[in-house]
């Protein structure tokens, strides 16, 4: 276990491990394979010795530290790693669809291929959807039979891709399986859009409703979100299974922009706008926090306009909506100790904030946009119709384009994520009512320039594709309507989700007939595929030659369905195997951890002895001390047979249970 030391402000309970964001245990580097890693700045680094573990001292490396404090990490209690192993490569004949379904035979139900983008298939475009039911298609992978003693591995990508429904999404269950000679060995997970419960502070049913996004912060040992209501989670509990507790009026400014800089603001950034009055009007103002989480008392307004309440307004304009000064995000990079402000409406900007202030860098007096030095705010993305074309040094769209199959020629609430070297940028494209998806791109740089999957720019107009670029990540799935706003957080223990808001699917709607219903909040869990987020979820099977005999010398058939309601439909990609020599990987680790507590012992008899000969050398007495000495050796020696004789039990264990 590696203890670190923590921010109160950002820390999380897991397992019996104090962890924090700056650096902690991730999903990435799971106890498996790099269990005396930490997660920082998008790598798996050792804690102790040099780069992977070289010339390992037991003692924590210098720079890896939080708020300048030592992590803590001793080597003989962290968890047991079974050795390396050598893997290598089965051929999955189409493994990820673009020849249709060739080299894959059905096994029941409806099986298809599609191409649709919506889909957002982690792999190129092409993905297979299987029917519910017992939709399934197989595959005997070539040349491979079952031999003894060999271990084979297979990871397929899933998600549902089920049609618009008035009610809750469909139950979707997916599952890859390995099968040989009669044997298998399967791996199930829904993978339909979630839905998440709330309940009031007495613990009666409440209502997850809130506008624009799923904003999350950390403090005080509290999950938190804000939009229209502040809602709370403990940190150890699961962000989209446990239910959210909705506690007090978050204010009435919109799209919530919640940020906690270390010496700097504690303040939710809200959007006022109207576009009534004689003047339109929009701006982004700081609203601050005063308390600790779960209860927080908001700033009191200094004034009112046309637009509503007036509090520290950050930044505005005036006359036009060249710029959108609606729908701000904040990101704050801890490494660099520097503040990001993602914001806009038609087209997408990125502005450098002050850390401690929390004001635009520079902290000029006047918030208006036209008042501020060139270059104080970079337009990032573009997906402006012509009409409405602001973005400086974007292409211009064509005169009659308005937009994709997708969604019409806008977008608005952006944010950033910071990860392995590279900021996302993904926002809300198209309308709010009816067409809203969310896409991303990436850069080098929190302020570009950004691209997408295709490494077109995200301000650059592609004749081929007739639009700017932009990679999809999310679009309407069952029940959830139009997803919008995204935001990105990592958990304490390496889990990373996509926060966002959605509507409830409504018949017979259209642009000009929008969904009516209200903004309610969506999570799902969020994984990475070179170098991209997807909302797809990875689905491991193993099947171990040496748990089932009887496979032995047969053919071994990888299998794909979907065991979920009639009308679902489960989509599959990127289908991965492999083999390694060697007892399974759950033996393995049985072993591990049992050769790690048999060392323990030891080490624990070995510190006991060397405890006990320090008390006999002060013995002055000869016979009395070499009676000490005799007495301390026997105990040691009968520390350690029973230390031993407690392996060859655990070692039977093993073998029993995991072959």
């Known amino acids: 276990v590696v203890v670190l030391a923590t921010a109160d402000t950002a820390s999380a309970v897991v397992g019996r491990s104090l962890q924090d964001p700056e650096c902690t245990i991730h999903a990435d580097c799971d106890a498996a394979t790099f269990p005396q890693f930490c997660y920082k700045g998008g790598f798996c680094e050792p804690c102790t010795g040099g780069w992977w573990g070289e010339g390992d001292t037991g003692e924590c490396r210098s720079n890896i530290s939080i708020n300048g404090s030592c992590a803590v ?29 060739a080299g894959w035979t059905s096994a029941g139900g409806s099986a298809r291929t599609s191409a649709d983008e919506l889909g957002a298939a982690p792999h190129r475009q092409t993905y297979l959807s299987l029917s519910g039911g017992g939709g399934a298609v197989q595959q005997t992978l070539a040349g491979v039979t079952v031999q003894a003693g060999r ?45 998440l ?118 930044l505005s304009h005036k006359g036009d909506q060249g710029p959108w000064v609606i729908d701000a995000h904040l990101t704050y990079d801890d490494e660099e100790d520097r503040l990001w402000m993602s914001w806009g409406g038609h087209a997408m900007w990125i502005t450098e904030m002050d850390p401690k202030t929390g004001n635009v860098l520079g902290n000029p007096k006047n918030a208006e946009f036209d008042k501020h030095p060139a270059g104080t705010h970079k337009c990032v993305a573009a997906w402006e119709v012509r009409d409405f074309r602001m973005c400086t040094g974007a292409d211009a769209a064509p005169r009659d384009w308005d937009g994709d199959a997708n969604g019409v020629g806008y977008h608005e609430g952006p944010s950033l994520y910071k990860k392995g070297g590279f900021w996302y940028y993904c926002a809300s494209y198209g309308s709010m009512g009816f067409s809203y998806t969310i ?18 720019g995200c301000t650059k107009f592609d004749t081929t594709k007739d639009r700017f670029g932009a990679s999809m990540l999310l679009g309407p799935e069952g029940h959830q309507a139009v997803p919008g706003h995204p935001h990105m957080w990592a958990e304490a223990d390496g889990r990373e989700y996509l926060g966002y808001d959605f509507r409830n699917y409504q018949t017979n709607k259209s642009e000009d007939r929008p969904f009516k219903t209200d903004d ?62 060697g007892p399974s990987e759950a033996f393995r680790l049985c072993m591990a951890k049992a050769k790690t507590k048999c060392g323990n012992k030891k ?12 008390i006999c050398k002060k013995i002055k007495k000869k016979a009395e001390r070499n009676k000490c000495n005799k007495d301390a050796n026997t105990l040691k020696k009968k520390q350690n047979r029973a230390a031993n004789k407690r392996l060859v039990k655990d070692e039977k264990k093993c073998v029993s249970k995991h072959g």
């Not at 896409?439 to 077109?456: A, E, L, Q, T, Y």
């Open 151 to 195: 271990t084979y591995v297979a990871t397929a990508w899933a998600r549902a891709v089920n049609p618009p429904s008035v009610g809750r999404s469909a139950s979707t269950k997916a599952t890859v399986g390995l099968a040989a000679g009669g044997a298998a060995a399967s791996t199930v997970r829904r993978v339909e859009a979630p839905v």
């Open 439 to 456: 896409r991303c791109c990436r850069s080098r740089r929190p302020d570009g320039p950004f691209v997408d999957k295709d490494n077109i």
């Open 520 to 581: 309610e909040m969506g999570i799902r869990r969020l994984y990475w595929v070179n170098g991209w987020p997807t909302i797809w979820t990875p689905l491991t099977v193993t099947f171990a030659a040496d748990d089932h005999p009887d496979a032995i010398g047969s053919a071994l058939t990888i299998q794909l369905s979907n065991g979920g309601a009639p009308t679902s439909l489960a989509a599959f990609d990127l289908v991965e195997a492999y083999y390694y020599d």
């Open 73 to 101: 990490c001793t080597p003989k209690t962290l968890p047991p790693t079974a050795a390396p192993v050598k893997k290598t490569k089965i051929n999955v004949a189409n493994s990820s669809f673009e020849g249709g379904t």
């Open 603 to 614: 080490a624990k008899a070995k510190k006991d002895f060397n405890k006990q000969k320090k």
């Open 197 to 314: 419960s709330g309940v009031g502070t007495d613990g009666s049913p409440a209502d997850t409703i809130g506008d624009d996004g799923v904003n999350i912060w950390f403090e005080n040992g509290y999950r938190m979100h804000a939009a229209g209501w502040f809602y709370s989670q403990r940190v150890g509990q699961d962000p989209v299974n446990d239910p959210w507790t909705k506690r007090g009026f978050a204010g009435d400014g919109m799209a919530t922009g919640p940020i906690i800089v270390p010496g700097g603001p504690k303040a939710m950034y809200d959007t006022w706008y109207t576009e009534e009055a004689d003047e339109l009007i929009s701006r982004i103002d700081r609203v601050d926090l005063s308390g600790v989480a779960p209860n927080y008392e908001r700033a009191e307004a200094t004034g009112e306009d046309e637009a509503g309440e007036i509090f520290h307004t950050v």
